[in-house]
Each structure stands twice: as structure tokens, then as C-alpha cells.
């Protein structure tokens, strides 16, 4: 189902000569619908006539830019950016528009914007505005008010835009359904239409308009917010009356916050075996169990097609950041594959959960190996022979095929401003439809990634770049990272060794010597591919690529356009303490020397 939503808005001055309410909505474009809509209320508060100007340039600041922000903030992070910018921008404004003689011309608002992605809502909120939700029948007040609760002084708010240098707003999330309606309204209509009234006025229009092509009319949005605009002013409201009412009839694909909610609320499914059905999917064999985590492959009922299903081990179904790890794992996975084609290719996709019963992820199936699994396939297996242990003969070709792929996909990552942090053979696989993927963004960091994923020292040491092993805990992962891991994987696979050896957590001593270029280990490799790899795990950082796009450049171009050698790493830069080593050495043999001369040597 694709994401639909039907907007109505309606607003009056009411008995006053201006209408300082301002209210909008923004739909996304066709091909970025996950970044989901935004529409915003705002009531403007005035001292010289401004507040229809604070409202408008409240609402706008939101609407306007809510889709520019990166893809991978969240959506409460957005929200507070841009109302937290608008609100420093129109307290200065205030502050310098303020008249001689004490005269003051400024402008405040409330706000309460609301965004719908995926299958989620927030609801930011500052003031005295409101957002309901109506589901089943039943409306519920969604935002509390900031205003002095005495009947003297509701107009007094605690809270508004403009009216201090900082602005703390309120944040609400919850479940979206098909078939909800979300309404913003101004005080203007809330304080002469109490909820049970308001309640009683959509449901009733609902229930009359169900039947009649005109009743399909009158049940709009834009009819829906006419009518509670309408009986505002029919309850002789004082104020400025103003709706806001969004209808949900499609959904859009799955976020972040979406598989938040499932990993919160669903339950871990129990250990399952051959033939056990979970949500239309029939277990055909049990992949993998890491005492973390289980793997299964399943086919599933309608399409009959092979899935992979990932599950939480149940000792880790009450491990809160467990939980919240495969969930960012699994939009991960959404986010990178939602475009299609050629934005999924390197990948493997993630499927959307379909009114799924327990917390788990569906993957496409791809039957293949891993690049470990290739690498320790012996090179000839004689039928009744025990195989031998020599390693599968080396297809030059191939690990460039591979290399491309991979840093390809690797730079896709990136440019969504994703670091995968465990590039090495196992997480890259070679499937029987001779496509090369990245496997397991379990640890990868994305900016909405937990803090327990933020805070692991993730990766595996022997592929990891030297500065992350540097200083008491050494430096956080980036995008260079992967490109060196990605390095190390290729020179594994074409020098037979790793080019460091086998690495120990901050065991920095092995990086104390450049690499032997794989072509002195295996002369079939040519020697462009040396400078490749060699320049990819170069001991200095300024030495390696410094994109993955230049990786990728540098493998597409070959011998056609080699890349220099590589210079040796200086002494220095390998060990800076080798000099102060040397210098001692130096001095103990002076001083050495010169006791010899000064107690056995005549004078």
C-alpha cells in the first residue's frame, strides 16, 4: 500500500480584524516518500501587530526544510534543529525590532507540528496549540498545554516560540494505523469545543457520510476541518479559529521508529525447527545459532519464494539494546535497499514486516558462500580422498570483480553517511546468481544507530585500521576505515596472509613494517593490483584512498593507468620511538665506551 494521505486545513479570523493562526502541510516528492510529511499549526502571539508574522515563520521554518535534512537524522532531532533555529532567529528579531521609550514590537507563536513516516507519528509541541488523534471512534488529546492553568489566565503562556533565547519543546511518538485521522487546532477551537464535543462532531460526520457519493464528499478532509471551524464559530469562539485534519488511507514503507516499536513491543518467537510456520513463513532449515542471534531459511506462503529470517536468541529476549541493535539493523537494511535496482545492488534486501506476530527480520534468500568459506575450499577433492589442504587456485579476474562490488556497495554506504565497521572475508558473499554482496550491518553506525552500537569498539582487530588501536582508546571508525578493511581483505585473498599478520587488540607493534607486495608471494598477481592493495593498507592514513570511489576508480582503470608504487613507510612514521630508541642505544655504547677507556685503558 502506498502512502496516502488525505489534508484538509480550514481557518477564520473569527470576531477578531486578523487572523494570526497560520497553518500547512508538505507531502513528499514521488521518490522520496520515506521521508515521510510534515504539516505544522502555529498561533501567533503579538505585541505591535506581529504574531501573524511569528506564526507564518514558525510554520515555514518546519515545513520548508523538514525534507532537506539528512535522510538518517531522526525525526525528533530534525524537528528540534529547525524549531530551535527559528526560535534563536526570532528572539533576536524581537530584540532588536524593540521600540525606544520601552515600546515594544515583537512576535511570538506556538507550535505544534507533526510528522507522519512510515508507520509512525511525532508530534512536536511547544504552547498552547493541539494535536488529537482519532482512532476507532475515540478522540485523545495528544499534547498538554503550556499555559497557566487559571481561568484568568489561559491566554498566558509558558511556552512559546521567540519568547526566550532557548525554546524547550515536547515530543510525542506513536503507532500510525490506516483509517486514523490527526487533527491540529488552534485554542480558538479547543477552548469552546471540549473534547467530548469535538469527539462527537467527526465521528458523527463520519458515520452520516458512510454510503452516498455526497457523503464521501462530506467526510474530506478539507469538509472535516470546514465543519469543526465551523462549530467554533457557531460556539461564539472569542479567538482566531483554525483546523488542521489529516486522514490516513495508505501507508508508507517501514522506518526506523516502525521496527523501534516492534522491538519494544513484539515478543522474541522461541527456538524453531524443520517445519514450524511463524507469520506465514515455514522453516526449512536452521542456519546459524550465535547464542546472540539465530538464522533460519523459510519460504514463505504467498510468494513461495526462499527468505532468511534473523531472530533474537531467547536468553537475549529481555536485552534491551540487543533489541534495538537488530532493529537499526533491520531499517538499515530498508534504507539502503528502498530505492531498488541499482541502489539495492551490493546488498541483501530487507523485507517489510507484514502484521508481523514477534520481533524478528526477513532478508531475500541468496544460496552462495562467503569469501572465508572460498578461501579455505581445498583445490582438489579426488572422490574417496581425504581433500588436500591447499588453498583454491587464484582467479586475479574475480577478486577484481569482487573488490569493484564491494567498494561500489561500500560507497553507497557512505554517502548515506553509514560506516559498516566489519568489512572482512565472511561478511562478503558470492551468490549463485554471481553477485558479489556486504553482508551484516549489525554493527555499522549511522547516526540513529543506540549508543550500545555507538560505544562498541566493533570490527574485527586483524581488518582494522591502525589509528583505531591508537592512544589510550583509540580513534572512532570512519568512512576510511572500511576502505582499509576492504584493503586488507583483497591483499588476504591474493598474498594468502594478512598483510599485517594476525592483529590482538591495540597490539600496535605489527604495523611496524610495511607489507610484502602479494606479487612476491604469488607471482600471478600483476603488479597494478600490488600498488592497489598496498596503497588501500598504505601504514599512513594519508597514503591510502581516501574515497571509495577512488578505490573503485583505481580497479576499473588497471594497468591502463596504474597507480605509482607505494614508497616505504619512513622509520619514523612506522615507530616514532625508534629514534629515541636509537639515540639511547647510541649513548649507552658512548657510555660504555668511555668507562672502559677511563678504568682499564693506560693513560
Do not use: C
Not at 472 to 487: E, I, N, R, T
Amino acid at each position: 500500500m502506498s502512502f496516502d494521505i488525505d489534508i484538509g486545513h480550514s481557518s477564520s479570523p473569527g470576531p477578531r480584524e486578523h487572523n494570526e493562526d497560520f497553518a500547512a502541510a508538505m507531502v513528499p516528492a514521488a521518490h522520496e516518500v520515506g521521508r515521510g510529511l510534515i504539516a505544522a499549526l502555529a498561533d501567533g502571539v503579538s505585541t505591535g501587530g506581529l504574531g501573524r508574522e511569528a506564526a507564518q515563520t514558525s510554520v515555514m521554518a518546519v515545513v520548508n526544510d523538514f525534507h532537506a535534512a539528512p535522510a538518517l537524522w531522526e525525526t525528533t532531532v530534525v524537528l528540534d534543529r529547525l524549531i530551535g533555529a527559528h526560535n534563536a532567529w526570532l528572539f533576536d528579531h524581537n530584540r532588536r525590532r524593540s521600540g525606544p521609550g520601552g515600546n515594544q514590537k515583537s512576535g511570538r507563536s506556538t507550535l505544534t507540528a507533526l510528522a507522519l513516516q512510515g508507520h509512525t507519528w511525532t508530534v512536536a509541541h511547544v504552547g498552547d496549540t493541539r494535536a488529537w488523534l482519532l482512532r476507532a471512534g475515540e478522540l485523545t488529546q495528544l499534547t498538554q498545554d503550556h499555559a497557566l492553568d487559571h481561568i484568568d489566565l489561559r491566554s498566558q503562556l509558558t511556552r512559546a516560540v521567540g519568547l526566550d533565547q532557548s525554546v524547550l519543546v515536547d515530543y510525542y511518538q506513536g503507532e500510525l494505523h490506516v483509517g486514523d485521522l490527526l487533527l491540529l487546532t488552534s485554542d480558538g477551537v479547543h477552548n469552546v469545543l471540549p473534547r467530548a464535543r469535538l469527539q462527537a462532531l467527526i465521528t458523527a460526520a463520519v458515520a452520516a457520510g458512510a454510503g452516498s457519493a455526497q457523503a464521501d464528499q462530506d467526510t474530506t478532509a478539507q469538509a472535516l476541518s470546514q465543519r469543526v471551524v465551523e462549530a467554533a464559530l457557531s460556539a461564539r469562539t472569542p479567538d482566531n479559529a483554525t483546523a488542521l485534519v489529516l486522514r490516513v488511507r495508505g501507508l508508507a514503507g517501514w522506518q526506523l521508529a516502525d521496527t523501534r516499536v516492534g522491538a519494544t513491543q513484539l515478543p522474541v518467537p522461541p527456538r524453531l525447527t524443520v517445519g514450524d510456520v511463524l507469520d506465514g513463513y515455514t522453516i526449512t532449515a536452521v542456519v546459524a545459532d550465535t547464542g546472540v542471534h539465530r538464522l533460519y531459511q523459510a519460504r514463505d506462503a504467498a510468494t513461495r519464494e526462499l527468505v532468511a529470517i534473523k531472530t533474537l536468541h531467547e536468553s537475549r529476549a529481555s536485552d534491551t539494546q540487543e533489541r534495538e541493535m537488530l532493529a537499526h539493523e533491520a531499517w538499515l537494511g530498508l534504507r539502503v535497499g528502498e530505492q531498488g535496482g541499482a541502489g539495492s545492488q551490493g546488498f541483501v534486501r530487507v523485507r517489510e514486516q507484514r502484521a508481523a506476530s514477534a520481533f524478528y527480520t526477513v532478508f531475500d534468500w541468496h544460496s552462495g558462500r562467503t569469501l572465508e568459506q572460498l578461501l579455505e575450499t581445498p583445490a582438489d577433492i579426488v572422490p574417496g580422498e581425504t581433500a588436500g589442504r591447499a588453498p583454491a587456485p587464484l582467479d586475479v579476474a574475480e577478486v577484481v570483480r569482487a573488490g569493484l562490488a564491494a567498494s561500489k556497495a561500500i560507497g553507497r554506504l557512505h554517502r548515506l553517511g553509514v560506516i559498516h565497521r566489519d568489512i572482512k572475508p565472511g561478511n562478503l558473499h558470492l551468490g549463485e546468481d554471481g553477485q558479489w554482496r556486504l553482508l551484516d550491518l549489525g554493527v555499522a553506525v549511522s547516526g540513529r544507530e543506540p549508543e550500545a552500537v555507538r560505544a562498541l569498539h566493533a570490527g574485527t582487530p586483524s581488518y582494522m585500521n591502525p589509528e583505531q588501536w591508537e592512544g589510550d582508546h583509540g580513534q572512532p571508525a570512519h568512512a576510511g576505515s572500511d576502505l582499509f578493511a576492504l584493503g586488507v581483505t583483497l591483499y588476504q585473498w591474493l598474498a594468502g596472509r594478512l598483510p599485517y599478520g594476525e592483529i590482538e587488540p591495540w597490539q600496535t607493534a605489527r604495523y611496524r613494517r610495511d607489507p610484502i607486495a602479494p606479487s612476491r608471494l604469488r607471482p600471478v598477481v600483476p603488479i597494478w593490483l600490488d600498488h592497489v592493495v598496498l596503497k588501500a593498507v598504505a601504514r599512513d592514513p594519508r597514503e591510502r584512498f581516501e574515497t571509495a570511489e577512488e578505490f573503485a576508480l583505481a580497479l576499473e582503470r588497471g594497468a591502463s593507468r596504474p597507480l605509482n608504487a607505494p614508497l616505504a613507510t619512513p622509520l619514523m612514521k612506522r615507530d616514532p620511538a625508534a629514534l629515541w630508541k636509537v639515540a639511547l642505544a647510541i649513548s649507552v655504547a658512548f657510555n660504555l665506551l668511555l668507562v672502559i677507556w677511563l678504568l682499564f685503558l693506560p693513560r
